[in-house]
């Protein structure tokens, strides 16, 4: 019987683990769907069964070096994005920051912490077909560029 305890406890941080990976607090993002089912027998013949939520995540990455963006123009196929900004420049302070258009800076879709590099953060979205704007918090004039996201 206290195997079957552990293994329960086992299973049910693992399930935490898997639901607090979700991503982003952002009010743009939703939660994975889909899943995944695996069932792992246990000593006494019982069956525990653990669902996984899964679902197709696409990555987009871009970096900053010298005080310019790598690219000023980004793009990608609608649905889950997980968005990797590395800052290449020591000792200088950067963001990756999404917004909806350049005319809607108020509250961004999902963004990084600012932070001196070098340094590497990431966020994740989901995002339907459609144009955005990002931006360096720190650099706004100098450190911008567009995403399109396709259906």
Request: glycine share 8%; net charge negative; proline share 6%.
């Amino acid at each position: 019987m206290p195997l079957r305890l552990i293994f329960t406890a086992v299973v049910s941080a693992i399930v935490a683990l898997i639901m607090a990976c979700g991503g982003s607090s952002s009010s743009a993002s939703k939660p994975l769907s889909g899943g995944s089912e695996a069932q792992t027998p246990l000593a006494d013949g019982a069956i525990a069964t653990v669902t996984a939520a899964a679902a197709n995540v696409s990555n987009v990455q871009i970096s900053a070096k010298d005080a310019k963006f790598s690219t000023d123009h980004l793009q990608a196929r609608a649905g889950r994005l997980n968005f990797t900004f590395t800052n290449d420049d020591t000792a200088m302070p950067h963001s990756f920051a999404l917004y909806k258009s350049k005319s809607d800076l108020k509250d961004p879709l999902g963004s990084t912490p600012i932070a001196t590099g070098p340094s590497t953060q990431s966020f994740t979205l989901d995002l339907p077909g459609g144009d955005y704007y990002f931006q360096c918090q720190v650099h706004m004039d100098a450190m911008s560029g567009t995403l399109t996201v396709t259906p």
